[in-house]
Nanobody, 120 residues
Framework: QVQLVESGGGLVQPGGSLRLSCAASGFTFSSYAMSWYRQSPGKEREVVAAITSAGGTTNYADSVKGRFTASRDNAKNTVYLQMNSLKPEDTAVYYC?????????????WGQGTQVTVSS
């Protein structure tokens, strides 16, 4: 069955770094664009980074540009989010998403999320 399993979250001080991983299984990972979303209490889920299926193109939310870097290893079926210079406002549950379009239909898979807390 399809699985997306995030890991790497935790508690970090402001200015610190974390690297999130999302391990995928049960589908053809290299055919899917991957994204990282986050959701804070009382807020809507927002996309923070996206990477194309081959990894050639990335896009970032303005709030994380220059601090976060998305990458993927299609041989390991894993996508990463390197987060540097973390701020308290980066505190959220982070989710990975896999998306493709098949015959005009969008297919989405989601992970269960990993908590990131930025606090002194």
């Amino acid at each position: 069955q399809v699985q997306l399993v995030e890991s790497g979250g935790g508690l970090v001080q402001p200015g610190g770094s974390l690297r999130l991983s999302c391990a995928a299984s049960g589908f053809t990972f290299s055919s899917y664009a991957m994204s990282w979303y986050r959701q804070s209490p009382g807020k809507e889920r927002e996309v923070v980074a996206a990477i194309t299926s081959a990894g050639g193109t990335t896009n970032y939310a303005d709030s994380v540009k220059g601090r976060f870097t998305a990458s993927r290893d299609n041989a390991k079926n894993t996508v990463y989010l390197q987060m540097n210079s973390l701020k308290p406002e980066d505190t959220a549950v982070y989710y990975c998403n896999a998306r493709t379009t098949y015959w005009g239909r969008t297919i989405d898979y989601w992970g269960q999320g990993t908590q990131v807390t930025v606090s002194s």
